[in-house]
């Protein structure tokens, strides 16, 4: 799969209070900017629009299944193409001047619409961010340690470098493997979110994932699901030391608000784990579990 990642710093241009996690502000916000600078009937719903399968709102947001699709039938929507990093800290308070960093990725197809993602973040910042709607401005778009956005021309200064992540097998092995879930992590299992996952509930789940984004937005794998869970299901837990984080977003769309939570700390695995690396090391870029959009299931991997 193609990925491509970008830094974004947002000034502060008055005093702001964030939330503790935000992941749901950044995410909330700039899905209404988006869909004011692209969308040609925003008092329509997408389910009913005739454009709903050609639109870029349409496409990275409500992301519908398309219709010659021979997986996913019984669901309208798919993963979708974006993941949204917010800042690992826990300030709250930004004073003038202080800057919000969070790291955007974009997945296949979806990196076509960069100019898309860049002016949005514009119009979210100048919209405000937080309860008090506190207005911000684009800073810097970096990719890597190079500047990639010049706000102040408004042009894109260098073309969008990509990154390959390759689920074939290597040559690297390790015998024990640790996750440090860095931001809240939800992953359900038979019905059940999983509180203390075993690896192959965390496989299954990335293995979902990454199969999912690879077939709708970039280009298909063949992947031995059985063999590989199969495998999973033998690798042993070693330790556990996660907590759980609950707190609540305001959704715009359904007009409510509605619970968050994950799971965040450490788990160790040990086995074979050979065959899952390419896998593992992946999901460190795309994230792991549910509202991933949100820069929910996040993590750090080591091995030995």
């Not at 200064?157 to 931001?183: G, I, K, M, R, Y």
């Not at 059985?226 to 070693?238: F, N, P, R, S």
């Not at 965040?264 to 460190?284: C, I, N, Q, S, V």
Request: charged share 20%; net charge positive.
């Amino acid at each position: 799969m193609t990925v491509t990642r970008l830094t974004v710093s947002l000034a502060a241009q008055e005093p702001a209070r964030l939330p503790y996690y935000k992941g749901s502000v950044i995410r909330g916000g700039f899905g209404l900017a988006f869909r004011r600078v692209v969308c040609p009937f925003p008092k329509r719903e997408c389910s009913d629009c005739l454009l709903r399968q050609r639109c870029v709102w349409s496409y990275v947001f409500a992301t519908p299944r398309p219709e010659d699709s021979t997986i996913m039938r019984k669901y309208e929507t798919i993963p979708h193409p974006f993941v949204i990093e917010p800042p690992e800290e826990d300030k709250t308070s930004y004073a003038p001047g202080d800057e919000l960093v969070f790291t955007l990725v974009l997945i296949g197809k979806a990196i076509e619409s960069v100019p898309y993602f860049i002016y949005a973040f514009e119009q979210m910042a100048e919209q405000g961010l937080g309860s008090g709607r506190a207005r911000f401005k684009v800073a810097a778009v970096r990719q890597g340690e190079a500047p990639f956005y010049d706000s102040t021309a408004g042009t894109i200064a260098t073309p969008v470098s990509t990154q390959t992540l390759d689920l074939a097998p290597t040559a690297e092995t390790a015998t024990s493997a640790t996750f440090s879930f860095t931001t809240p992590t939800h992953i359900v299992y038979q019905g059940r979110v999983a509180r203390r996952p075993a690896f192959h509930v965390v496989f299954r789940s990335l293995l979902r994932r990454l199969g999912l984004l690879a077939y709708f937005h970039d280009q298909p794998v063949e992947i031995n699901y059985q063999g590989l869970i199969k495998q999973a299901e033998a690798v042993k837990t070693d330790s556990i030391t996660t907590g759980t984080t609950q707190w609540r977003r305001f959704s715009t769309r359904q007009n409510r608000a509605i619970r968050m939570d994950g799971i965040m700390g450490k788990a160790t695995y040990t086995g074979d784990l050979k065959r899952f690396l390419p896998y593992l090391r992946a999901g460190e870029v795309l994230h792991v579990g549910k509202s991933t959009a949100f820069g929910m299931g996040k993590y750090q991997l080591e091995v030995e």
